[in-house]
């Protein structure tokens, strides 16, 4: 797998720090787990925070707090192994599986029109995260953004004005992009999509359409 359009370093800080919402985390979890480059950055941003942390000043604490922590880390249920980012013939790498629970097969899709599924996954109230399957050369309507929406491509493939996007790219999209992607011919396109804000869509049916698909 060829990436070419990675996470920006201030998503990736964020993300380290726990600034994110949980949507917005989904994508940038599933996006490192394939992607080496976004992985290395995060790590050494992860390293940043720890060591800010270890030359803060520090806050006293009661005697028997270690104990504490260390009973309920008892208490918490054994880890599973880790697993591979990628099982065999499945579509969705790991972090993104365990939240749909399963994998492609397990998705319940809703029609939003022109042959394009979507299925919203749950998440906090920062923002929403959804899964789009869009037909080989089918198009998205055309539309801009009241805000920031990242999409992760999975399987297949589209092109809109700003590039071509593959399986493990991400495109960010922010108030000032107007696109219509369009799926490329082959494979359907599969994308995991968050945004923080409605779509602001160019035509009067997506529109009307618009509130009862949470788009």
């Not at 480059?37 to 604490?61: H, T, V």
């Not at 993104?96 to 319940?108: F, H, Q």
């Not at 999975?154 to 809109?160: H, I, M, N, S």
């Not at 960010?172 to 409605?198: F, K, M, Q, R, S």
């Amino acid at each position: 797998m060829t990436i070419r359009h990675h996470l920006s370093d201030p998503l990736l800080m964020a993300y380290s720090a726990g600034q994110l919402p949980e949507a917005f985390s989904l994508v940038v979890a599933t996006h490192v787990s394939l992607c080496d480059d976004c992985r290395a950055r995060l790590l050494a941003f992860d390293a940043i925070g720890g060591a800010l942390i270890e030359d803060a000043d520090q806050a006293r604490m009661a005697e028997d707090s270690f104990e504490a922590t260390m009973a309920r880390i008892t208490g918490l249920p054994q880890a599973e192994p880790v697993r591979a980012s990628r099982i065999p013939g499945s579509v969705f790498p790991a972090p993104l599986r365990d939240w749909a629970g399963g994998d492609l097969s397990a998705v319940r899709w809703r029609f939003v029109g022109m042959g394009v599924r979507q299925a919203i996954l749950k998440t906090d109230h920062g923002a929403t995260a959804r899964l789009l399957h869009i037909p080989a050369g089918q198009a998205v309507p055309d539309h801009g953004h009241r805000g920031l929406e990242l999409t992760l491509v999975l399987q297949g493939a589209f092109r809109d004005t700003e590039d071509r996007f593959g399986p493990g790219d991400v495109e960010i999209a922010t108030e000032e992009l107007d696109h219509t992607p369009v799926a490329e011919p082959g494979a359907d396109c599969i994308c995991l999509v968050a945004t923080d804000a409605p779509l602001r869509f160019n035509r009067l049916i997506p529109r009307i359409a618009q509130p009862f698909l949470r788009i």
